[in-house]
């Protein structure tokens, strides 16, 4: 019954084709998805599309595909990158028609029409009415509209659950899901007190399968669309309807044809493939000019009352209760249905046997009517073998007579009236098979059992077939004799497919093998199936060992952990993953490798699970490591050498605690030398004395601090607090260089995450070059200007602005270059570290002329709090 529904359907649409005739030849036809996260709807429209156009004669529609994919893919930069490959790819091809299939692809070519395709008229598809209001139709445009009927769906559930308590209506969160739910709800509060709805929209589909696994029998689930679920993930319609279905006690409903062989109960449902179909035969009008505006009737699709009938019985609901209108579909097929060839071969064997029969039993007195029978008989089985495209052959071991249909005789190369014998069908056998035949033939007839065997045949034009045989032992004790009845299959096509196969997996395999990378493959449940020859040298291991998550065995331990956490999220979301880790290596050591993976799809987009190479990197990562060494070490120099140029300034600021030390000193001896010393001028002269040494031990632990060699320490640091330290330094030098200090810090400033060590010494750095850059400034316009903001991107900004000679054209981008240098005696290294010290915190380092004179060097880093005060 299918195969006939599938040929009527061929036969009606090119008939269809042929009764519209074709336009002239040279025309072009682009059809615009707008979504395609509804993956079996797309299809069941592209498969019509494609069957109408390319079912011409002579010439062809040229047809062209593009899919804009708006619910993974959204936003005005998304929109100007799908217009900008529009227009390069089509750039110089005549387009005669453009095809949108659903609203948003129609809004997208609307918008874009005069860029992209000015003169093509426009056949929409799959879009609803509601959806056309809203826009504004150009003359040139029609178009089949599509609509879902939620009204008649929801009628359909109070027929057949009369009692029922609740409507659980789900639904997703893209553009589409929404704007459909919507819909639902308008309907629903209509029919309101009659029906009690409740939403479950805002989910993962993980949660929304475990809430209907717990709604009530008595309940009933409408499924509406979900293109995205709650938690931002894509998914098809099809398959979070089929996990629904799966888990649920109550019965499923919804609005589109495609979800029926998924276990919904039923609906009325749209179909996309019907509608593909209708959209099709209205372009083909339309290139030939036989235009049907928009507002016809017969651009309409209705939607058909459909019932799949296993669900039905699976839920318990009476089929009394369908509608008399609806159609039933997924009826289970009958006996003759499912086993209709091993029925056909029973009854022809039993009708061969009771022909035997009568024709021994009447052999001399009834041998031309038998004969005759016997002629009729072998013209049936061969229509029927016919039918089945079977040969079928019957031996008489005892008379070595062997009749075959006509079929039969095709398959081995005979003629229609060649007579045929054991040793002939022996001879068409290929050498190298006859000895496992004949073995297979003997014991079957010894046994008295079934023979079936896969041989060659070599026929007289020297072709070689495949052929399946099939064979049962028959005795026959009346007549005193023996049979062996059985069919043969031409199975070429399925030999050399197999035999395609198992050299592509063996191409494979070489290519893999001499790969200068280590290769993997796994499958969709995760487990290792494949490990190239590369990868077991590498690990000493054999592909016994690694397969599985016995790979596994060879990591790092404190990589496992992560490594394994990428490897799962990447399988649960189907993405690309590149990961580092630690990799034993076959004498013991343990190598860094990079690890790349990608997924395998199918042909039909079926997950089959994913492919990766490895590369060894512990050189790279050893020379990353050594260059870091290099860096810290330059920056301790840098640190050192500044200390030594602020020599001068840091024993000022010693020398004033210190003098108040021995000040208070001398003055308490005194007091105590004319005795007029008293406890309470004692108390205050000692802790003036304690106040100046805690003061001298902060200044030196500081000192000790930027000079001190070793690991950089990240931490939460505040910027403003970095730069009142460094100003609290360059103090007494600001002082001996007559430069004013001028601090403009924001109080709310972002929070960093860097070492404070390092960032003090890039604030001091650029301090100190802003004092030298003055050394010709006036002593009334010297000042520094250190500023702290935050800016729009989230980042935290430190700049220092001076009132020198600024930069010269030539120098502003070499400033930050090793071992280039303005002054006379300088290096050359201290901006250079300064740039290495912010490009390790992920920050940004620049320097710029300011107006009105003198230079500003900034630095930015990325905030990571909402600042302190």
């Known amino acids: 019954m299918e195969l006939c529904a599938l040929v009527c359907g061929a036969v009606l649409c090119v008939g269809t084709v042929f009764a519209l005739g074709w336009p002239e030849s040279g025309k072009s036809v682009l059809v615009l998805y707008g979504e395609r996260g509804d993956l079996p709807a797309i299809e069941a429209v592209e498969e019509n599309l494609r069957e109408v156009f390319h079912g011409s004669r002579s010439p062809p529609i040229e047809l062209f595909s593009e899919y804009l994919d708006f619910t993974r893919f959204s936003g005005d930069q998304q929109e100007a990158v799908l217009l900008r490959y529009l227009q390069e790819r089509y750039a110089g091809r005549q387009i005669d028609l453009v095809v949108p299939v659903a609203g948003f692809a129609l809004e997208f070519v609307l918008a874009h029409r005069a860029e992209l395709f000015p003169a093509a008229p426009i056949v929409f598809c799959a879009t609803d009415q509601q959806e056309l209001e809203k826009l504004t139709l150009p003359p040139d445009a029609t178009g089949i509209i599509g609509h879902f009927d939620i009204e008649r769906t929801v009628e359909l ?474 860096r810290e070490e330059l920056a301790h120099l840098g640190r050192v050498a500044i200390m030594g140029e602020m020599a001068g300034s840091l024993a000022h600021e010693l020398n004033q605690p210190l003098t108040g030390i021995v000040n208070n000193a001398s003055a308490g001896r005194r007091f105590i030398a004319k005795g007029r010393a008293d406890l309470p001028k004692l108390d205050g002269l000692l802790e003036a004395i304690v106040e100046d040494g805690r003061r001298a031990g902060g200044i030196i632990r500081g000192i000790r601090s930027m000079v001190q060699k070793g690991n950089p320490t990240r931490s939460t640091v505040n910027l403003n607090d970095v730069i009142a330290y460094v100003l609290r330094l360059v103090h007494s030098d600001a002082l001996e260089r007559h430069c004013a200090l001028v601090t403009q810090a924001d109080p709310n400033l972002p929070l960093v995450e860097g070492d404070q060590v390092q960032l003090q010494q890039v604030v001091l750095n650029l301090i100190m070059n802003a004092f030298e850059a003055m050394g010709e400034t006036p002593l009334s316009e010297r000042r520094v200007i250190v500023r702290s903001e935050r800016i729009s991107d989230g980042r935290v900004r430190v700049s220092v602005r001076d009132f020198g000679t600024g930069l010269l054209v030539d120098n502003s981008e070499r400033i930050f270059e090793h071992f280039f240098s303005t002054k006379q005696n300088g290096l050359g290294m201290g901006l250079a570290i300064v740039r290495s010290i912010v490009t390790a915190h992920d920050g940004e380092l620049a320097a710029v002329n300011a107006q009105g004179g003198g230079t500003c060097a900034y630095f930015s880093l990325p905030g990571i709090g909402e600042g302190n005060t």
């Open 157 to 630: 559930i109070r027929q057949l659950q009369p009692d029922v308590t609740e409507i659980v209506c789900v639904s997703g969160t893209s553009g589409f899901d929404l704007r459909w739910a919507d819909e639902v709800r308008k309907v629903m509060e209509r029919m309101h007190p009659r029906v009690s709805a409740r939403w479950i929209n805002e989910k993962s589909l993980a949660e929304t399968m475990d809430e209907i696994s717990r709604a009530p029998k008595t309940s009933a689930i409408l499924f509406v669309s979900m293109l995205r679920d709650g938690a931002g993930q894509s998914t098809s319609s099809v398959d979070a309807v089929r996990d629904l279905v799966r888990v649920s006690k109550a019965p499923v409903y919804g609005l589109s044809s495609q979800f029926l062989d998924s276990g919904v109960v039923g609906g009325a449902m749209f179909d996309f493939g019907l509608n593909g179909r209708n959209t099709a035969e209205l372009a083909l009008k339309t290139l030939r000019g036989q235009w049907v505006p928009y507002g016809s009737p017969r651009i309409e699709s209705h939607n058909s009352l459909l019932i799949n009938w296993q669900a039905l019985k699976k839920a318990g609901l009476p089929q009394e209760r369908v509608p008399a209108g609806a159609e039933v579909r997924l009826r289970p097929p009958g006996l003759w249905e499912t086993h209709r060839v091993f029925i056909s071969v029973i009854l022809i064997a039993v009708g061969i046997q009771a022909i035997l029969i009568v024709w021994l039993l009447a052999e001399r007195h009834y041998r031309r009517r038998a004969e005759a029978s016997l002629r009729e008989s072998e013209q049936r089985m061969s229509l029927a073998a016919e039918a089945a495209n079977l040969g079928i052959w019957m031996w008489d071991v005892e008379r070595n007579e062997v009749w075959m249909t006509d079929k039969g005789r095709t398959l081995l190369g005979f003629m229609p009236n060649e007579r045929v014998d054991y040793a002939a069908l022996a001879a068409r056998v290929h050498p190298e098979d006859r000895e496992a035949r004949e073995a297979s033939i003997r014991r079957a007839v010894k046994t008295k059992g079934e023979y079936t065997m896969e041989y060659r045949l070599v026929l007289p034009d020297s072709t070689v077939r495949w052929i399946g045989s099939r064979g049962h032992f028959i005795e026959a004790r009346h007549v005193k004799t023996n049979l062996l009845i059985g069919v043969w299959m031409d199975i070429t096509m399925e030999k050399q497919a197999q035999d395609a196969l198992r050299e592509n997996e063996a191409r494979f395999r070489a290519m893999a093998d001499t790969a200068p990378v280590m290769i993997w493959m796994s499958g969709a449940d995760m487990l290792c199936t494949f490990f190239n020859k590369g990868w077991l040298d590498f690990t000493g291991r054999s592909v016994e060992q690694e397969l599985g998550n016995g790979w596994a065995q060879g990591v790092h331990r404190e990589d496992l952990d992560r490594c394994l956490k990428t490897y799962i999220n990447s399988f649960d979301s189907r993405h690309s993953f590149t990961m580092e880790y630690r990799l034993r290596r076959r004498d013991g050591e343990y190598r860094w490798v990079l690890d790349n993976g990608g997924p395998r799809f199918a042909s039909d987009g079926t997950f089959l699970g994913y492919i990766g190479s490895c590369v060894d990197i512990s050189e790279h990562k050893r020379a990353e490591a050594e260059a870091r060494k290099h």
